[in-house]
């Protein structure tokens, strides 16, 4: 979910490097984001292994004596975080347990709006934010992607996954939209706070000053209920993170619902946030993700999800741009 720029094809590449945007595409299409909403959280990962740990005494001395990693995330975002059966499920989830193994702690998920996930770390009532959030220097720095003011504290990334943003609308009724450039005079939907509100704002400012009429953009709390408003007609186009996008073209209605349009754009990393003040804690996961990829266990999350494509093989710290 990157800082807003004009959206640009990605006929070179595009929440993905260009050769893997693609592969996640097709990887997808074939296997199958703050204000607290759900306060009774979730505990991803097995029982904690304390001081026994790998990498138990690289944590903050908080953490090792409560034992707990607290997350914030937007769980309605399948297949990157989602519940299924009152469980939290999906990509974040299944790493979030792998790394705490290697960290001897519990990684519980709390569930909140993305836009407001951020203010909730700032704030303290999280650890980390996980979230599909891509990791953007306008975050890193803690400014407005549109105006460049200072909003707030910026936050550090450890990076663990590539994606793209995707343009998706009914199925057999694509309004005539091939690309971004057909937006302009159009309605689209986008969860808000997020990459895709950004490249809409960008996108609408474009068709003005090409003397188009703009795009009419609604924002909402979560992207299911973006997918629900272009489901009854409301809108003609949604735009989400490449993954998402994948995966409810292909179970919405049993595949019936959506299909995908144009090329996917802006290609970034998805980002653990931890506050700047919080270094021990930032550089804890990172050798936790990097131990993880070394082991095998990533490989196993990612191809379990079909999202394989888009996986990294070492974690960085604040990679976005």
């Known amino acids: 979910m990157t800082a807003s720029t004009t959206p640009r094809p990605?006929?070179?590449?595009?929440?993905?490097?260009?050769?893997g945007a693609i592969a996640v595409a097709g990887a997808l299409?074939?296997?199958?984001?703050?204000?607290?909403?759900?306060?009774?959280?979730?505990?991803?990962?097995?029982?904690?292994?304390?001081?026994?740990?790998?990498?138990?005494?690289?944590l903050p001395k908080?953490?090792?004596?409560?034992?707990?990693?607290?997350v914030g995330?937007?769980?309605?975002?399948?297949?990157?975080?989602?519940?299924?059966?009152?469980?939290?499920?999906?990509v974040d989830p299944d790493i979030a347990a792998a790394l705490g193994k290697q960290l001897g702690v519990k990684v519980e998920f709390n569930n909140g709006t993305f836009d407001n996930l951020l203010t909730g770390l700032r704030s303290k009532r999280y650890d980390i934010a996980m979230s599909a959030m891509t990791d953007t220097k306008d975050r890193q720095e803690g400014v407005d992607s549109k105006t460049g003011n200072k909003v707030g504290e910026g936050?550090?990334?450890?990076?663990?996954?590539?994606?793209?943003?995707?343009l998706y609308t009914k199925k057999g009724d694509t309004k005539g939209i091939g690309s971004w450039d057909d937006l302009c005079g159009k309605k689209v939907a986008v969860q808000r706070g997020t990459v895709s509100h950004?490249?809409?704002?960008?996108?609408?400012?474009?068709?003005?000053?090409?003397?188009?009429?703009?795009?009419?953009?609604?924002?909402?709390?979560?992207?299911?209920?973006?997918?629900?408003?272009?489901?009854?007609?409301?809108?003609?186009?949604?735009?989400?993170?490449?993954?998402?996008?994948?995966?409810?073209?292909?179970?919405?209605?049993?595949?019936?619902?959506?299909?995908?349009v144009g090329e996917q754009v802006e290609a970034a990393p998805y980002g653990i946030a931890v506050a700047k003040d919080n270094t021990?804690?930032?550089?804890?996961?990172?050798e936790a993700l990097d131990a993880i990829i070394k082991n095998g266990e990533y490989?196993?999350?990612?191809?379990?999800?079909?999202?394989?494509?888009?996986a990294i093989k070492e974690a960085k710290v604040n990679g976005g741009s």
């Open 10 to 19: 990605a006929a070179a590449r595009s929440r993905l490097a260009a050769a």
């Open 198 to 260: 950004d490249l809409a704002k960008a996108q609408s400012d474009k068709c003005e000053k090409d003397d188009k009429d703009k795009i009419s953009i609604e924002a909402f709390d979560t992207d299911l209920e973006a997918q629900t408003r272009l489901k009854a007609g409301g809108v003609e186009a949604v735009s989400s993170d490449f993954p998402v996008a994948a995966y409810a073209i292909k179970t919405s209605g049993g595949g019936n619902d959506f299909e995908s």
């Open 62 to 70: 908080k953490i090792q004596d409560s034992k707990v990693i607290k």
């Open 29 to 58: 299409l074939l296997t199958g984001c703050g204000d607290q909403r759900d306060k009774t959280g979730n505990e991803a990962g097995q029982s904690a292994q304390g001081n026994q740990a790998p990498l138990f005494g690289k």
């Open 280 to 286: 021990q804690l930032r550089d804890a996961l990172k």
């Open 299 to 310: 490989d196993k999350v990612v191809q379990t999800w079909g999202v394989d494509a888009g």
């Open 155 to 166: 936050v550090d990334f450890v990076d663990y996954f590539n994606a793209g943003v995707s």
């Open 73 to 90: 995330s937007d769980i309605a975002y399948p297949p990157v975080e989602f519940k299924k059966d009152g469980k939290v499920v999906g």
